[in-house]
Each structure stands twice: as structure tokens, then as C-alpha cells.
């Protein structure tokens, strides 16, 4: 009897907005955001504001991380780069 072997996979995708609504529940769930730089309580009109800034910043580029199991796909986490400094080559990861 052979077993099936289960395929994961781990990847970065755009960050879109259609991932509003859990990115914002992530952020004001105080589990996760101890460990961030906000320090408040986001409502939807100061997370929609975040979306627009980060995605019209040149100085930030963020990704969602997406599971996949073979049956689905999920978005588990947004990571990327902000304080980009090109002519340095500095920036710091957001996670």
C-alpha cells in the first residue's frame, strides 16, 4: 500500500485588496500587534488609508504569503521591504 505524498507550497503574491479584511483583523488582534510598530486600534477607514499609502510609496513593497495544500489557497502573512533606500541599498523587512 503506497501513500500519497501532500504537496505544500509557500509563495509571495501581489497584495491586493481583496485581503483587507484579514490583514486588518491580524493587525488589531493585540496577539500580533505587541509585536508591530502600530499602537492603536485600526478602523477601515485608517487601514484602507495604510493600503493606499504602501501600495503608492516607492519606499515600500509588500507581498502577501500565500499556503497552498493542492485543494486551496490561503493568505497566511504579508511580509516585505519599507524604508527603501535605493541609492544605499538599505531597506528594512516587515513581516
Known amino acids: 500500500m503506497s501513500e500519497e505524498t501532500k504537496t505544500y507550497t509557500l509563495s509571495l503574491g501581489p ?3 481583496s485581503y483587507l ?3 486588518r483583523a491580524w493587525r488589531n ?3 500580533i500587534w505587541q509585536f508591530t510598530r ?3 486600534y485600526l478602523d477601515d477607514i ?3 488609508d495604510w493600503f493606499k499609502r504602501q501600495a503608492s510609496d516607492p519606499s515600500v ?4 504569503i500565500v499556503f497552498e495544500d493542492g485543494e ?3 493568505v497566511v502573512g504579508v511580509c516585505g521591504f519599507t524604508s ?3 541609492r544605499n541599498s538599505r531597506a528594512e523587512f516587515s513581516l
Open 61 to 64: 513593497k509588500m507581498y502577501s
Open 29 to 31: 488582534d493585540y496577539r
Open 21 to 23: 479584511d484579514v490583514i
Open 72 to 74: 486551496k489557497a490561503r
Open 38 to 40: 502600530q499602537n492603536d
Open 15 to 17: 497584495l491586493d485588496s
Open 46 to 48: 485608517e487601514h484602507g
Open 84 to 86: 527603501i533606500d535605493y
